[in-house]
């Protein structure tokens, strides 16, 4: 709110005093060029000093305010003991009267019938009356809760001293949230002092700052201010009390900005509950030793009062905001639980940042040469993130736990960077912590507010917790994808690397393997040459992962080897079902179908098959004519037992034939209870004749995606030969 204009003077209490103090507000309100509320001014002032001047006798002073809306003025006296006159109708005889606490005063009545509101304020050694003046007329003047009772009440004692503090019995009996708790105080405080400004700092944990909460009749909010309590409250014996500050241009604490925003004069009040400090109340006024022991005690006494309800709002707000951290932290982490992609993460990261604690975020992660490399940046305003991305890679931040500049303007100006908005950015407080996992620094994360914000202790506390789990969720994404990158350069080891030309047969091969990329599939398929063959095979181990891989890896490497000794398919068989029962003591089985291909005497006649195939699904064989027929015997499976035989079977395959060897991944693929099956297997197969060997490929593929919608459960190989 705009610092409101104050015009403050002290008069002698003289005959000519009236006279002086209404031209004196009259040339004020001239200046302020408020002419509209001149006339009702300078009449109810006049009143109010004639009153001050006949039944007080002491010193008279004058303040006026420009409150934008209305002007206030207080004329004040230094006799509080002697009550106000009531205001009584303004047709009552006004005649001179010695008693002075006469009933019904023309001045009075006159000010409650055209001020737009008064009151009275007490504080020990003053009385001050105030008014309220609009510039639209109003039908009458409504007093505070520190109004007089009317005349026709009559007083047969003397008048109690109304309550200072009463205007806060209502505020308290609502229980309101502390911060409307807090506004109203400073209201009722800087109207019970009579003073131009009040404000209210709450204690921190430690009680060495006090973080101003709610402030009135300033231009600008104060900044929190550190001090030890000793340093605060000097003269406390047996305790902490008031503190009256006559120059708080000399007020280190503050560090001048009461003095800047006008204010001469200070007194404050510490809030005590059982004994521990938990804020701090204080009146500040324009005009210099403005304030008296007899002000402190009752600004004492109103911060005794506020005390408790003011911490018990203040508890109500901490565990509303450890409930909301909590919920926030807890949604985070399951939204990071939910992805293993580092960059991913980082996203996340960010937009959970600036959607809950600051303006921007910057993560960054540690490469193998302990260099920091940004990962993602994003800031609230998507207008500033091209600069905060300029900035953050241009000057990586250092790691800074308290809220504070990352860069000064020798920073920027070394780095090049004279945009108005990076400016803008490092000119806001920033912290900066460490991605910590294990003991090990993954890397650091930046959170930056815009300037003139500020990082409450609350938001550190959560900032720090949210960056562990964040760490946590980095280490989880790196772990990932270095076992993916492991398990997928051992599946490719498995597999062949190149893929020779076999003369007179157009060939494809497809290989997916099931679940998570971090795990090595059990199937595999193979094609190379041997002398004046052409071999392939294709296998399923039983099961996935490492053990798995070892079987497959053992299997293609025998097999090629006693291919290229010239051994015969069954011999093979036999071998390499040896090789699987003395290097795996464990049971795994591994069904195959191993083939040799070799030219027919004529081109015209085909070529030759001679395979084995060792407990796998048959391969079929797809005629020009559309009919569809399985090819060869099953044998039993590869190491299972010692005492098998393997017999060759030999085929003849002729042009334009098209022959299919899969893995059960395709025919036991399931929709629901439903199995495609060999059945099924076979009549997509049957419409596929004149294809190419990939284009049988991708239509059994599309087919299989349309019978089971949502992917597959199990490794699928599919070798396809077709011969032309």
Not at 124 to 153: F, N, Q, Y
Request: net charge negative.
């Amino acid at each position: 709110m705009p610092h409101p204009k104050v015009a403050h003077r002290e008069f002698p209490a003289t005959p000519e005093t009236v006279g002086t103090v209404r031209e004196f507000t009259r040339g004020v309100l001239r200046d302020w060029e408020r002419d509209a509320v001149i006339e009702d001014a300078t009449l109810l002032v006049s009143e109010l000093t004639t009153n001050a001047v006949l039944h007080a006798g002491t010193p008279v002073e004058v303040t006026v305010r420009d409150l934008t809306d209305v002007v206030e003025i207080a004329v004040a006296d230094r006799l509080p003991e002697r009550p106000v006159p009531q205001a009584g109708p303004l047709d009552v005889d006004t005649s001179p009267s010695t008693d002075s606490t006469r009933n019904g005063g023309m001045g009075l009545g006159l000010v409650a019938a055209i001020a737009q509101s008064w009151g009275v304020s007490y504080s020990g050694d003053r009385k001050a009356v105030w008014i309220r003046v609009a510039e639209v007329p109003t039908t009458g003047g409504t007093g505070s809760t520190l109004l007089l009772p009317p005349a026709t009440e009559q007083q047969t004692e003397p008048r109690r001293r109304p309550d200072p503090w009463g205007a806060l019995d209502s505020a308290l009996a609502e229980r309101l949230a502390l911060d409307e708790l807090l506004e109203r105080t400073v209201e009722v405080a800087r109207g019970v002092l009579a003073g131009d400004a009040a404000y209210i700092a709450l204690a921190t944990t430690d009680e060495t700052l006090w973080e101003v909460r709610s402030a009135v009749g300033l231009a600008y909010p104060l900044l929190p201010f550190t001090s030890r309590t000793e340093e605060t409250f000097p003269s406390a014996a047996p305790g902490p009390g008031p503190l009256i500050n006559d120059d708080v241009m000399l007020a280190r604490a503050h560090r001048g900005m009461l003095a800047s925003a006008g204010m001469r004069s200070l007194v404050t009040a510490p809030l005590i509950v059982e004994g521990r400090i938990t804020g701090l109340i204080g009146v500040a006024s324009s005009s210099p030793g403005r304030f008296s022991k007899s002000a402190a005690s009752v600004l004492q006494q109103g911060a005794d009062r506020i005390a408790l309800p003011v911490e018990r709002a203040r508890l109500a707000q901490v565990e509303l905001a450890r409930r909301a951290s909590l919920s926030f932290l807890a949604e985070a982490s399951d939204l990071l639980a939910g992805t293993l992609d580092e960059r991913m993460t980082a996203a996340l990261t960010a937009q959970l940042i600036t959607s809950r604690l600051g303006a921007w975020c910057g993560v960054f992660t540690t490469t193998e040469t302990n260099n920091l490399r940004l990962v993602y940046a994003a800031h609230a305003d998507e207008e500033y993130t091209d600069a905060l991305r300029l900035l953050l890679e241009a000057l990586p931040p250092h790691e800074q736990e308290h809220p504070q500049r990352l860069w000064d303007d020798a920073d920027l100006s070394a780095a090049g960077l004279r945009q108005e908005l990076a400016k803008e950015i490092a000119d806001g407080p920033a912290v900066c912590l460490p991605l910590l996992a294990r003991g090990r620094r993954l890397g650091l994360l930046a959170i930056g507010q815009r300037p003139g914000a500020d990082f409450g202790q609350g938001d550190i506390d959560v900032t720090d917790d949210f960056a562990r789990r964040v760490s946590s969720a980095l280490e989880n994404a790196r772990l990932y994808s270095n076992q993916t990158s492991m398990s997928e350069a051992l599946q490719r080891s498995l597999l062949p690397a190149q893929r020779p030309d076999i003369p007179g047969v157009d060939y494809a091969v497809f290989y997916q393997p099931a679940g998570e990329r971090t795990v090595v599939g059990g199937d595999f398929y193979d094609v190379f040459a041997a002398d004046n063959r052409w071999c392939f095979a294709v296998g399923d181990v039983c099961g996935t992962g490492p053990e798995a891989a070892s079987i497959t890896g053992l299997a293609r490497h025998t097999l090629r080897a006693l291919a290229r000794e010239g051994f015969s398919p069954a011999h093979i068989m036999h071998r390499l079902n040896l090789a699987i029962l003395d290097e795996n003591p464990s049971t795994r089985f591994l069904t195959m179908l191993y083939g040799e291909l070799t030219a027919a005497r004529r081109p015209e006649e085909g070529m030759r098959l001679r395979m084995v195939s060792a407990g796998h699904p048959l391969p079929l064989r797809l005629r020009p004519s559309g009919d569809v027929e399985s090819i060869g015997s099953s044998q039993p499976l590869l190491g299972a037992f010692e005492d098998v035989d393997f017999f060759t079977e030999a085929v003849e395959i002729h042009p334009k034939d098209v022959v299919l060897a899969v893995t059960d991944g395709v025919t036991e693929r399931r929709n629901g209870d439903d199995m495609l099956g060999d059945e099924g297997l076979t009549k997509i197969f049957n419409t596929c004749s004149g294809l190419t060997a990939q284009a049988v490929i991708a239509r059994i593929e599309r087919e299989l995606m349309a019978f089971a919608p949502g992917g597959h459960t199990d490794d699928t190989a599919m070798l396809v030969l077709r011969f032309l």
